[in-house]
């Protein structure tokens, strides 16, 4: 029998040996490692969580630094995605603000309630700039709203700043 010295000298010695060998197990049993993974997860949600919540604590400042590193080294990239993809920007911004709010969150797209609403803001029934305008939720996610496409509409962003946490019938009463 080997002791655990002999064992990490004999790893050592065959690492790149050993991680071929593991690659290729993994590529022939790819599905079936797939699913015995996602059967474990669904079986083992809560303990999985709270492991990956202990990890994410316990290395907190860490992972902050790796993240800000990663936006330095990367930020001409990031600043070019950004300006080309506008849309995708608000629509993760809403989601995020969403689940702040704890609301139920549903992913939307903003180009497919534009294209919904036939571009025309639900307050004032009047056209919108396709580039300026405000998704709105028409139950507000401060009073329980949810974050889906049966609840967010097109608007102006002066009608919406102007209808502030208001619902529909409140909206009618004025």
């Known amino acids: 029998m080997q002791t655990p010295k002999q064992k990490a000298a004999s790893y050592q010695a065959h690492k ?8 290729a197990y993994y590529q022939a049993n790819k599905a079936t490692l797939t699913a015995y993974a996602a ?9 999985v969580g709270e492991r990956v919540a202990a990890y994410n604590r316990a290395h907190k400042a860490e992972m902050s630094a790796t993240r800000a590193a990663y936006r330095q080294a990367h930020r001409d990239e990031m600043a070019a995605w950004v300006k080309a993809n506008p849309d995708k920007c608000r629509d993760y911004s809403a989601r995020r603000r969403a689940r702040r709010k704890g609301a139920t969150i549903e992913k939307v797209e903003r180009a497919v ?15 919108v700039d396709p580039k300026h305008w405000h998704l709105d939720h028409i139950t507000p996610l401060s009073k329980g709203g949810e974050h889906s496409y049966k609840n967010v509409a097109v608007s102006h962003p002066f009608c919406n700043m102007s209808k502030h946490n208001k619902t529909q019938d409140q909206l009618r009463l004025l």
């Open 113 to 127: 309630v534009f294209d919904r609403d036939g571009g025309r803001c639900h307050i004032c029934g009047k056209k």
């Open 16 to 23: 790149a040996e050993i991680a071929t060998r593991m690659a």
């Open 39 to 47: 059967a474990y997860y669904q079986a083992n949600k809560a303990k």
